[in-house]
């Protein structure tokens, strides 16, 4: 006998605590007026206050549910349909980097397809035009945990209407502790149930099912494509996403597949591009998963009844051959072509989509009907194309260095390999140059063309590697501003210190041993001393207060929440953008410009413009342009950055950066080596461009020997890349 915990029984407990209600108020809700909507909806509404009342308003202290915030979220929805624009990116050249046509936005009248309204009732909620919102006997069932599997109970008693209710609410009314494994989890939780089951009574009340069913179908969450930077909402948007043409003209199988989608829209998604390719589609998990999905929840469910009328929706013929079809892998699926992205530029474009979206998003009701929006941006091809060779061929000498004779991988690196990432701007524009998301990120096709591959994740903007000591820069700024004169010195010595934890910590210096001698921070930058530049943090941290100092570093743009003592040496993960927009800031004798995208500090980049301007173009009248303009700060004293200018030219003259001096060319600027990789960033005054490269192991866990520096091996490409620059320019 199956020994029941007290957990499973008060997860039961809940829910049938939520079928009572919802049963309470069936006996309510059907009593209603056939008066006319607004009647009906007043009416509602005042059961619903009533009920949330004695529900949710007993354990929250408040009712959730309102007519007004309903009918809101519903207008929202609708208004939110509105055509999305065609979009496309220009590099500096005007040449066409980044293409995104729109999917969304058309409203789909579902009864022009029969066949796609009874394969969405007969994937999502069989008996809906049977039940009042709720369909009771499944919840019952699904409370007793009948014939469902662990964690599959949620999905047995929702309904069409419920899942649209749902849709209604944000995460943040609820919170993420309603999914927590406790008693005030679930308490939560019904409250959240209990709010949407009567959120679906109401609109069960105040929308015919059509409406409601029309509504949910156009809202349906199909996913997200992170390679066509696209968001699939609806069956309109979806019905051209997967196979070219609008709703009413898909076939049986279509229908089932679109269907079949909803309850797993990523697994649909990777199942259609494998069956596309035809990459190992037979034994795909996800092909497996679609295809017994639409056979025999979807097609043979509509072939045994009808859930929508009278009539016969798929004849016995054409039943049979749509089942063979999916056997076939014969969906219809078309290529599609909503985006097009410059493999070159991958990484920069869907970055700079990213940001474009959250300014339409607020620009969204003032837009025209039918426009194209035009982004322009300072992206230069060529660098690029010259930062990425560059990055390559230091990739491919790094992974030599890690494999034997053999052709295999040294033991401790199996299995890891060396990627890198790397980010170019004019210093004073602030434009991005140049944006490399990984090392390989391209290769030729037969016909000579650039084939993107290997993208997972942006390197450049994503804080995956340790700065290193590219961090002392930025402490010596820090230092410079609170006090810190130039002459003052701090010891090389062995030092202990407690960590957060109690546990001692030790620095060490890169080439071992301490000198036991005083050095000033243009010294101890020059030659990278790890024990001052710890034993300074740590005064910093002593005499400004470990909130200013936070706070210090937050101006700078690294978003560290505390201070801890190893950061003294750059141990914690920063973007690369975030490391080159700090070091503008000395480039541009201490400004640093904040170009916001969206509200409040979202997408908050300092020194980093992505887009130029925008231009928003109709085939009928000229393009009207919005400039973006960032708000300049001086957040560092033109004298401290005159004192950076002649430390950092010091490092490349004479320290660590030796292997970046470039004839013709001033460079300035600052190794960093951590344990799992290695970087640098140079920039030049004369010529307003700073560059910044790091390599690293996949899996950073791994320490590399001392024969792998900063200074070695990442200071020669970028040096190389900022004299391509330059020559490029004709400077």
């Keep these: 006998m199956e020994k029941r915990s007290f957990k499973n029984i008060a997860k039961k407990t809940a829910y049938a605590g939520i079928v009572g209600t919802t049963l309470a108020g069936i006996a309510l809700l059907t009593e209603f007026e056939t008066g006319i909507w607004e009647k009906r909806f007043a009416h509602g509404a005042g059961l619903v206050q009533h009920a949330t009342g004695l529900v949710s308003g007993g354990i929250e202290g408040r009712p959730v549910i309102n007519l007004e915030s309903i009918q809101t979220r519903v207008d929202e929805i609708y208004a939110g349909m509105k055509q999305v624009p065609n979009i496309i990116i220009h590099d500096s050249n005007s040449t066409v980097i980044g293409e995104f046509y729109n999917l969304s936005g058309k409203i789909d009248d579902i009864n022009e397809n029969k066949a796609l309204k009874a394969a969405v009732v007969a994937a999502e909620d069989r008996r809906f035009y049977d039940h009042f919102g709720w369909d009771v006997g499944a919840c019952i069932t699904a409370g007793a945990g009948i014939g469902f599997s662990r964690g599959d109970i ?315 000591s590219m961090i002392k820069g930025i402490w010596d700024m820090i230092a410079f501003q609170n006090g810190f004169s130039l002459d003052a010195t701090i010891v090389d010595e062995k030092r202990v210190y407690r960590g957060e934890h109690g546990e001692k910590y030790s620095p060490g210096n890169f080439e071992g041993g301490y000198s036991g001698k005083a050095y000033t921070l243009k010294e101890a930058t020059c030659k990278s001393i790890n024990s001052i530049f710890v034993e300074l943090g740590y005064e910093l941290c002593t005499s400004l207060g470990e909130k200013k100092l936070v706070e210090e570093l937050n101006t700078f743009g690294y978003d560290v929440k505390d201070y801890k003592i190893p950061y003294g040496i750059g141990a914690f993960p920063a973007a690369l953008t975030t490391v080159a927009g700090s070091y503008s800031i000395i480039a541009e004798n201490g400004t640093a410009t904040h170009y916001r995208y969206g509200k409040e500090d979202q997408y908050d980049d300092i020194n980093m413009k992505y887009i130029t301007k925008i231009g928003i173009r109709r085939e009928d009248e000229q393009e009207v342009i919005f400039a973006v303009n960032g708000a300049e700060e001086q957040v560092v004293a033109p004298e401290i950055t005159a004192h950076m200018d002649d430390i950092l030219q010091c490092v490349v003259q004479e320290g660590t950066g030796q292997r970046a001096q470039r004839s013709g060319m001033d460079i300035r600027g600052k190794t960093g080596t951590a344990r799992g990789n290695l970087g640098f960033v140079g920039y030049t005054r004369q010529e307003n461009l700073l560059a910044l490269m790091e390599f690293g192991l996949e899996n950073p866990g791994t320490s590399l020997p001392k024969s792998f520096q900063g200074g070695r091996d990442a200071a020669p490409p970028v040096a190389d890349t900022l004299q391509y620059t330059k020559n490029e320019r004709g400077m």
């Excluded at 009567?198 to 609109?203: D, I, S």
């Excluded at 700079?352 to 979206?357: A, C, F, G, I, S």
């Design 154 to 468: 949620h999905r047995g008693c929702s309904t069409i209407t419920i899942q649209l209710a749902d849709s209604l609410y944000d995460d943040t009314v609820y919170g993420a502790e309603k999914n927590k494994k406790t008693p005030a989890g679930w308490a939560k939780k019904a409250v959240w149930k209990t709010d949407e089951f009567l959120t679906a009574a109401v609109l069960e009340q105040v929308m015919s099912k059509d409406d409601v069913l029309k509504l949910y179908m156009n809202n349906i969450d199909f996913g997200f494509s992170a390679r066509d930077g696209v968001e699939i909402r609806g069956v309109y948007a979806a019905s051209e996403y997967y196979f070219g043409k609008e709703p009413g003209k898909l076939d049986y199988v279509q229908s089932a597949f679109l269907a079949a989608a909803i309850q797993k829209p990523s697994t649909a998604m990777r199942a259609a591009k494998a069956i596309l390719s035809g990459d190992g589609a037979d034994d795909n998990k996800n092909v497996i998963w679609l295809k017994e999905r639409v056979n025999k929840r979807v097609l043979t469910e509509m072939y045994k009844r009808n859930f929508v009328s009278d009539e016969i929706i798929i004849p016995d013929r054409e039943y049979h051959e749509a089942m063979e079809r999916v056997e076939k892998d014969d969906f219809g699926f078309k290529e599609n072509k909503t985006t097009k992205i410059a493999p070159e530029a991958y990484g920069f474009v869907v970055e700079t989509k990213q940001r474009l979206d959250i300014m339409l998003e607020e620009m969204h009701a003032t837009l025209p009907e039918g426009s194209e929006v035009h982004v322009y941006t300072g992206l230069d091809l060529k660098v690029q194309e010259q930062m990425q060779a560059e990055m390559d061929k230091k990739c491919t000498a790094l992974n030599k260095q890690i494999t034997g004779k053999n052709g295999k991988k040294f033991k401790r690196y199996d299995g890891n390999n060396f990627n890198g990432a790397g980010v170019e701007i004019d210093t004073r524009t602030q434009n991005i140059v140049a944006m490399i998301d990984g090392c390989t990120a391209y290769e030729k096709d037969t016909a000579g063309n650039n084939v993107r591959i290997n993208y997972k994740e942006n390197r450049a903007t994503t804080p995956f590697w340790d700065p290193g």
